[in-house]
């Protein structure tokens, strides 16, 4: 299995912003790496269109929220070609990227971004502009997965007396005859606790929005020691 890597570097008082893209030509082999310097950046209103699109758009995709969601897709399409464009139109970058570019089913891509700026980053949206509608990096490669490994060196562990707490999140845009069981997910996680239900304690976050996340985050600082997100 090939990897690409993509390890975002925010700025310093030295430096802008940095990426560095690493291939490896099966695992245990010697990686090649490069690193650049990266340009990109998404406006608020971008966001707000991403966040409408993403979380309100297929409750009611008809009419003007069609056209509304044709727009915003062009839109998608332009930001992941601008972001395509900030990690590899440098040359040394895109000599890696030729290795995976007509072999992403056989590919791992992998996003580091460990602080803010970066984990905000709509890696997703990745597009190589010159493979028209096969230029989605996340949706054709073998697996497409953010790491932040630093954020997690050393795991919370709550004292003898409190509960472990975990906050779920399913999301199941495509609706329940599309898409994974809501179950699917929740019930073998509740299974796999039920020996320690004393121990662990399982939310599911109801209504599934960016909005309520917020709240119940708000309402609960420090509260929860996993966020464990399941979207498909």
């Not at 056989?106 to 190589?128: F, K, M, Q, S, Y």
């Not at 073998?142 to 795991?155: G, I, K, N, W, Y």
């Not at 073998?188 to 320690?196: K, M």
Request: aromatic letters at 10%; one cysteine or more.
């Amino acid at each position: 299995m090939k990897e690409l890597t993509l390890h975002y570097f925010p700025a310093s008082e030295q430096e802008p912003p940095r990426i560095r893209v690493g291939y490896r030509a099966r695992e245990g082999a010697q990686a090649q790496e490069r690193e650049v310097p990266f340009s990109f950046t998404i406006s608020d209103d971008d966001r707000r269109l991403l966040q409408w699109y993403l979380e309100e758009y297929l409750s009611y995709p008809w009419g003007e929220f069609r056209t509304r969601a044709q727009r915003v897709e062009q839109r998608m399409e332009q930001l992941g070609t601008d972001l395509f464009r900030a990690v590899f139109a440098p040359p040394e970058t895109m000599a890696l990227y030729i290795h995976v570019a007509d072999d992403l089913a056989n590919t791992r891509v992998v996003i580091h971004a460990a602080d803010p700026t970066g984990i905000a980053l709509p890696w997703e949206l990745l597009r190589d502009p010159t493979r028209g509608e096969f230029g989605d990096l996340a949706r054709l490669a073998h697996a497409f997965v953010r790491s932040q490994p630093d954020l997690f060196l050393q795991p919370p562990t709550p004292p003898a007396h409190e509960t472990f707490n975990i906050l779920l999140v399913i999301c199941r845009p495509a609706g329940p005859d599309r898409d994974v069981p809501f179950h699917s997910v929740a019930r073998p996680l509740l299974e796999l606790f039920r020996p320690h239900r004393d121990r662990i304690r399982l939310d599911v976050l109801r209504p599934p929005t960016l909005d309520q996340l917020a709240r119940v985050l708000a309402d609960r600082p420090n509260f929860y020691h996993v966020l464990h997100f399941d979207g498909h």
